[in-house]
């Protein structure tokens, strides 16, 4: 960015990110608990907080300090005064900053709620599950890795294209990016690798090798050492040499390109030529002046209290949106934190500090005690013979699905407070049979709630209400077939 506009600071930009990076890990960890709808207003108003934010930064930055000068501009050209060129370069990373961290934060939430389901689920759906997860965090950082690498040899590489595009080099740019976003990338990899080798410890109780920590950390030195030396190496000659070569075609297909687009569009351009051309001076008959077409005058400018209502009621409106969307924001954080004392921005610095520590240390004491673990050789708790459907109950359920979970859960505790209780590791087709050798007359009922719930659990389409309603009248069934046979078996 500093060889194409040589005039616009940049430095600022990292922190920027690191910053807005840091705040949306902060309310994303204050926000899970909120319904959908609370959770997208916040969001709203916290771009529209970003979005002033950003500006007031930019123009502190590119020396915009006239307010007076600053609010006439943009009375005059709005837009184009609001979304100058620092705006702008301050803008796209830092909405980049934001969503890049909403993403992976839900994607690292939806990884952890995944992983607590082998408590009851089949270990291979889980595994599946958390791998296709995996495979989503991992394809975005790999393909933002390969971004980041072309961007450090395009800084790194002298371009010319003749009659197009010229930047000599200036200066040569840092590798430490790349660095840093390898050592992230191989971080995440080595956190969500050992997950699901943890989930698989936990659940089939296998051995665990002793030495396998110490060659955890040897391995991902080595794999981090050796790819931080090829970061910092790049762009090597080879690769300038692929550079040059690219943009050298680049530009023989730039030149063809043009020439066939000048083809296409001649026979156009001439017939324009021919029906909409016209002389610059009228003719004129010989022997008398030429006579000139009368001038209109101008429109005069509107009158002075139109322009001012409109300045008022477009910057009424523009102020009222700020206003409300930066109330909604920091209203909303401020409930999600504890109650402030007299020392309230102590309290919000402290905080901020905290936070800041716990993302640099949290990955760090992850290990510690993942490799403490190891080391005691603990044993996994037993599980529950009567596991916790938790993640799966909606204290309100607003559509067919959250209803036949709802149903499902009713009945495994109905049966389970009767002599029916589900065993540990138990799937659902499992307790399907149990449930049909207790009562083999409502065999296809059972059959049916077990396989309704699969469907509601794992797929993806919509279910109706009138499923919902045929299953809420089979468990009924089913729950008085259950009390009878234990009333029978009490007597």
């Not at 002793?210 to 030195?221: A, C, D, F, P, T």
């Not at 794999?223 to 910092?232: D, K, L, Q």
């Not at 063809?256 to 001649?266: A, E, K, R």
């Not at 309100?396 to 029916?420: M, P």
Request: include cysteine; aromatic fraction near 12%; hydrophobic fraction near 45%.
């Amino acid at each position: 960015m500093n060889r194409i506009f040589p005039q616009t600071h940049f430095q600022h930009i990292p922190w920027l990110m690191v910053g807005i990076a840091l705040v949306t890990l902060f309310t994303q960890t204050r926000t899970r608990e909120m319904d959908t709808s609370e959770k997208n207003a916040f969001r709203i108003s916290e771009g529209i907080t970003y979005l002033v934010v950003l500006k007031a930064i930019s123009m502190i930055i590119s020396g915009q300090t006239d307010l007076v000068e600053i609010f006439h501009l943009w009375r005059l050209h709005f837009l184009e005064t609001l979304f100058d060129l620092p705006y702008i370069t301050s803008l796209l990373p830092g909405m980049i900053a934001w969503g890049y961290t909403l993403i992976y934060s839900d994607l690292f939430d939806e990884f952890e709620d995944r992983r607590k389901d082998f408590r009851w689920d089949e270990l291979g759906k889980v595994q599946n599950s958390l791998k296709s997860i995996r495979s989503k965090m991992v394809g975005g950082n790999v393909a933002l890795l390969i971004f980041l690498v072309f961007l450090l040899a395009f800084a790194n590489t002298p371009i010319d294209i003749p009659n197009v595009l010229s930047l000599p080099l200036t200066a040569k740019a840092s590798a430490a990016i790349v660095i840093l976003f390898t050592a992230f990338l191989l971080i995440q990899l080595a956190i969500t690798q050992l997950s699901l080798l943890r989930t698989y410890w936990e659940h089939d109780r296998s051995q665990i090798d002793v030495s396998i920590n110490r060659k955890w950390l040897i391995y991902s030195l080595i794999v981090m050492a050796t790819a931080g030396v090829i970061s910092f190496l790049l762009p090597t000659e080879y690769s300038r040499q692929f550079f040059t070569l690219f943009l050298w075609f680049s530009s023989i297909l730039f030149s063809f390109f043009s020439l066939f687009l000048y083809l296409l569009s001649y026979p156009f351009l001439l017939l324009f030529h021919f029906l909409f051309s016209q002389d610059e001076s009228p003719p004129t008959l010989p022997g008398l002046p030429s006579t000139q077409p009368p001038v209109t005058p101008e429109p005069g400018s509107m009158p002075l209290w139109f322009e001012i209502v409109k300045t008022i009621i477009l910057w009424g409106i523009i102020l009222g949106i700020v206003f409300l969307a930066g109330r909604r924001f920091f209203s909303t954080t401020s409930a999600l934190l504890p109650r402030a004392n007299r020392n309230f921005l102590f309290q919000k610095i402290r905080d901020f500090f905290k936070s800041l520590i716990n993302l640099f240390f949290g990955v760090k004491n992850l290990i510690q005690e993942q490799i403490t673990q190891l080391k005691l050789q603990i044993t996994p708790p037993r599980l529950s013979a009567k596991p916790s459907f938790r993640a799966l109950r909606s204290r309100h359920a607003h559509n067919a699905r959250e209803k036949i979970l709802n149903l499902y859960c009713d009945l495994v505790d109905f049966a389970g407070d009767h002599g029916l209780q589900r065993a540990a590791s138990q799937t659902p087709y499992q307790y399907h049979s149990l449930l049909s050798s207790a009562l083999p007359s409502l065999s296809s009922e059972i059959m049916d709630i077990t396989e309704i719930f699969v469907e509601a659990r794992y797929s993806l389409h919509t279910l109706d209400e009138s499923t919902a309603s045929r299953i809420a009248s089979e468990t009924l069934l089913v729950k008085k077939a259950i009390k009878h046979n234990a009333e029978e078996s009490a007597d």
